[in-house]
């Protein structure tokens, strides 16, 4: 059996001295990912990903740079289930004081965007980061 999990979340993003970073966030399982999570009751997909990028570290949006979401695909195993996950996430430039959630996150660090894949865990979140900067390339912001 199969069960199907749908998480969002942002990619946060600062433009500094005319290159973006990214603020990557540690899990309590040591992995290195994008801030991401369920949706509650009556929330859009944006709305939720919006949520978790303020719970998780105490950021704001302040501006949505690309109208698509990113998809992320993955299946893993948990207490012998195997979940299908599918992440949506939204590329924003995002501003204010990182406050983590102590209970979620075990660290974060902003790193240069084109570094980003090589702190990042898995190769799933490493591919959406690559996406990402072609992405921004593109739309040469």
């Known amino acids: 059996m199969i069960i199907h999990d749908y998480s969002y979340?942002?990619?946060?993003?600062?433009?500094?001295?005319g290159?973006?970073?990214v603020l990557l966030i540690q899990q309590h399982q040591g992995y290195w990912t994008f801030p991401?999570?369920?949706?509650?009751?009556i929330e859009t997909h944006l709305e939720t990903a919006t949520r978790e990028l303020k719970e998780e570290t105490g950021l704001n949006i302040?501006?949505?740079?690309?109208?698509?979401?990113i998809q992320e695909q993955y299946v893993f195993s948990h207490n012998k289930t195997k979940i299908q996950k599918s992440v949506s996430y939204f590329l924003a430039l995002v501003e204010g004081d990182l406050k983590l959630q102590q209970e979620e996150i075990l660290s974060a660090k902003w790193v240069k965007l084109v570094d980003a894949p090589n702190l990042i865990t898995y190769p799933e979140a490493k591919a959406v980061c690559k996406q990402v900067i072609e992405i921004l390339n593109s739309l040469q912001i």
């Open 9 to 17: 979340g942002v990619i946060p993003l600062q433009k500094i001295e």
């Open 62 to 69: 302040l501006k949505f740079v690309y109208n698509e979401p």
């Open 36 to 41: 991401k999570g369920h949706p509650e009751e």
């Open 19 to 21: 290159e973006f970073v």
